[in-house]
């Protein structure tokens, strides 16, 4: 192989491996977010549901910008992610649909969480503020009998307010006011302690 082709094939692959880095996505995790998951019952019978509440606290000393929850983040169908992951005593898979169409992102979706202050998320959309997951709150999730482990994750590492603003007006340009808003929010992940959840048979 002579010298030119050599340092060809050099630089194509330094470029698939810079390629790879830079489209590998970042995840921050900062400390100073601290997420609490309880439920209002340890153990229910078969065929009850299980309710639950989240709350978010800021035990650093800054202020840090978040996104509440919006329509689709619990699916994953757009950012921030508000979803559970839930290790169940017999494993299954449940599909969940819904509609795809997703309202827009508004100026009072963004939280400012000041230092040592706490907010439940689902208390701003979802009065008195119990959980609402759609795996959650349907009965075939917790259709066994067992121990049910389960955790919260809370995810904005996206950088681009595209993934954030729904299926409505995605193409217009960006109110000024929410790219504002945008530049401010902390793009971390978090992720909750874990709770067990125990269902017995009548």
């Given at each position: 192989m002579n010298n030119k082709l050599l340092y060809s094939c050099k630089l194509s692959a330094c470029f698939v491996v810079m390629s790879s880095l830079a489209i590998k996505p970042q995840v921050h995790n900062n400390p100073d977010l601290v997420c609490t998951l309880t439920a209002e019952q340890s153990v229910i019978k078969l065929g009850d549901i299980p309710k639950f509440r989240l709350n978010i606290t800021n035990k650093g000393n800054k202020t840090i910008y978040l996104v509440n929850v919006?329509?689709?983040?619990?699916?994953?169908?757009?950012?921030?992610?508000?979803?559970?992951?839930?290790?169940?005593?017999?494993?299954?898979?449940?599909l969940f649909t819904r509609c795809k169409l997703m309202?827009?992102?508004?100026?009072?979706?963004?939280?400012?969480?000041?230092?040592?202050?706490?907010i439940?998320?689902?208390?701003?959309?979802?009065?008195?503020?119990?959980?609402?997951?759609h795996a959650l709150s349907q009965k075939e999730t917790f259709r066994n009998s067992g121990i049910y482990k389960i955790n919260f994750h809370y995810d904005a590492t996206a950088t681009d307010i595209k993934q954030f603003m729904g299926t409505i007006d995605t193409e217009n340009k960006v109110d000024i006011l929410l790219m504002d808003l945008f530049k401010?929010?902390?793009h971390y992940s978090l992720t909750s302690n874990t709770i067990e959840i125990k269902v017995i048979s009548e």
């Open positions: 919006l329509d689709g983040s619990g699916m994953k169908q757009r950012m921030p992610y508000y979803y559970f992951t839930i290790e169940k005593p017999k494993p299954d898979t449940i309202n827009p992102l508004k100026k009072e979706d963004f939280i400012q969480l000041e230092p040592n202050q706490s439940n998320p689902y208390a701003v959309n979802h009065q008195p503020g119990l959980v609402y997951d401010r929010i902390d």
